[in-house]
């Protein structure tokens, strides 16, 4: 697998209203992009810290990912991001490792990333994404 560096770290947020202007007012960042996932039901507001992203995610349906997710354990980390080359070989890469997969196969994400996830219990309880332009 040839990780190149953190993409993005996901946010889970109940609000992008009420998250983003403590993003923006406190820690001085400036929101880029808030684009919604339909499949995903998950609208994105994007931050760059160096070249990292910071991700807040809202969802647009409480049965979604990231409204089962606020339910279960609020507001907080969501996800780690790594970019990588060629998203299909990491995931046979982890796969033939023993890592079980939640994506068989990458997808669209936001900002038209090609994305796949790790799942936790294979990653010492952190949600894995792979993520490739």
């Known amino acids: 697998m040839k990780i190149s560096h953190i993409e993005h770290i996901g946010i889970a947020v109940e609000s992008l209203e009420k998250a983003i ?3 923006e007012g406190v820690l001085g ?7 919604e996932v339909a499949d995903q039901k998950v609208k994105t ?15 647009t349906d409480p049965e979604g990912p990231i409204g089962k997710f606020l339910e279960k354990k609020g507001e907080g980390v969501h ?12 995931l046979n890469e982890a796969a033939e490792k023993g890592v079980r997969l939640i994506d068989q196969a990458p997808r669209k994400g936001a900002e038209g990333l090609n994305i ?4 936790p219990k294979s990653t010492m309880g952190v949600l894995t994404e792979l993520c490739e332009k």
């Open 21 to 23: 202007p403590y993003y």
């Open 29 to 35: 960042l400036k929101c880029y992009s808030v684009e």
């Open 45 to 59: 507001a994007f931050f760059m810290v160096g070249q990292t992203k910071i991700e807040l995610l809202e969802s």
């Open 79 to 90: 996800h780690v991001a790594f970019a990588t080359e060629g998203v299909q070989s990491a």
């Open 116 to 119: 796949a996830f790790l799942h």
